[in-house]
């Protein structure tokens, strides 16, 4: 049964939408393909896996009675770190909701990219929204969350944003950080005047239409010279989300460090039991045709260490059981350290392993909302709940998009296409619009010549064989050479003759650049101002309209 709120027709949405496997999609791993086809055969990696979203709702006793963290501690924290980013009234009111004792929290998370990243940082958002309101819908007590990443020290993976410009090319934005910030935890490294010029070159950039206007105001507002990464980061997802009352979290303010200290202890205390756990878990998924997603050896240690100059190091472990800050003399017994982990919290942040279990500490998560990515290194770290005597959080797939504009989808009805089509690449396709639709006489000739080639080459190659089969076989070879050199020149005559057709190689070349950018899924490389400049804030609500937690395909929704 559907769930009110929770699936969407076309009817509703007023848009049409597809759905695609991700088996049809390149480059999906096993272990994520085989997690959305049959999760429940995956039960020794996620113990607490679900078949279906609704089945969540069934963990709510185990979640609150297993959360200790003091409620109003924490509310008055986001309280303060929501009101900083300009919080809509909706979240402010969902931080009330979240001190009752019956309340549960949907969760999702993502490093602060420039401009907010890749589009998927959006549709995570706008699944834990949605997935909350189905919860609510059955009476349910619940909230969204987003955990912004701002522990995270690597600087360049988060300084670049791609758009489509106002010339249908695919178009790259990058501040840049000074050399002294290097190392340190992203967000808080302050934006310099790089950020001011990836700005104005952004806007110069897209065609200036109606909502040119709103979205400059919104960008020069959080992306400003002096904003810390995670300041601008929340500001501009609260301008654009702040209405679905979206709460965010950032795990650097102080109090959220307080109340992470037992969580951060514990882990230092059984950080060997930790690290053989995870090391057995990735070898068995090795063992099982998987992949280990994150790789754990020996030395490997749950936790970072924050210098006094605020650089955000990893911690091994020496073969003597001491812990070293690596590439520093600095070392620590492991009681020492769980030590400091109380009275030092700030000097700590979580690994990728251990940050589930930290944000599971903070929040009564009923569930988590990931990427692929996330789903494979949950299979790894359901282990570090086990250590830590933790329910382990089910992981469900986020929403999954590529949207089509009117005019691509023209392009891929005027050429025959579907979306999946153009996996095969611009290179593989443009021959076949040639052929089809450009100049099909010139299509038969070749296809002619080749037939009439071959033909003679047959008999050829019979009055050769009953003389000489030695010259039988070097035929065989030139035959090769010469199919190929007849298929080499089409070639070239199917590109140049597109080139000439400026129009429909144009349409092709946008088509491609917009849709599967760099030869990569959209949600994966495009940055939502693309979308908000051509179609405005009605884009997020057209999205949201359109998501289904019933659908664990990926989803091409046309505009």
Known sequence: MRESGCSVSVVESGLRTESLPFSSIPGQSKLFIDYQQNPLSLKKYYPSIVSAHTEVAERIPEVLASYTTDRNVLCEALTQINKQFGADTKTLENIIILREDDAVAVVTGQQTGLFTGPLYSIYKALTVVKMTECLRGRGINAVPVFWMATEDHDVEEVSNAFVIDGGQELAEFRVSADESESGRPVGTIDLGASVSSAVAELLASLPQIEFTDDLRRQLELSWAEGNSFGLAFGTFLTSLLGKYGLIFVDPLDETLKQLS???????????????????????????????????????????????????????????????????????????????????????????????????????????????????????????????????????????????????????????????????????????????????PNTARLFAAAEEKINTELNRLDQALSQMDVTLAANLATRRRKIIYHIGALRKKYQFRRAEKDETISRRIHSAFTTLLPSGHLQERTLNVTSFLDRFGPSFIDKVYDSIDLDDKSHRIVYL
């Open 261 to 439: 200290a037992p969580i951060y202890s514990e882990a230092i205390r059984r950080s060997g039991e930790i690290v053989t756990a995870l090391t057995a878990r990735s070898a068995g998924l090795v063992s099982d045709g998987y992949h280990a997603q994150v790789l754990v050896e020996r030395d490997y240690f749950p936790l970072f260490w924050h210098t006094d100059e605020g650089r955000r190091v990893a911690l091994r472990r020496k073969p003597d059981g001491q812990l070293q800050v690596k590439g520093e003399k600095t070392i620590f017994l492991e009681s020492e350290l769980a030590e400091r982990a109380l009275s030092e919290p700030q000097r700590f942040s979580p690994g990728v392993m251990l940050r589930p279990v930290v944000q599971d500490h903070l929040f009564p998560t009923i569930c988590y909302f990931g990427g692929g990515a996330e789903i494979a290194y949950f299979a790894q770290n359901s282990e570090v709940y086990r250590i830590l005597n933790r329910p382990v959080t089910p992981i469900l797939h986020r929403q999954s998009f590529t949207i089509v504009e009117a005019k691509h989808a023209r392009t891929l009805e005027k050429y025959e296409f579907e979306f999946a089509d153009l996996f095969a690449g611009e290179a593989d396709l443009l021959p076949k619009i040639v052929d089809k639709f450009i100049d």
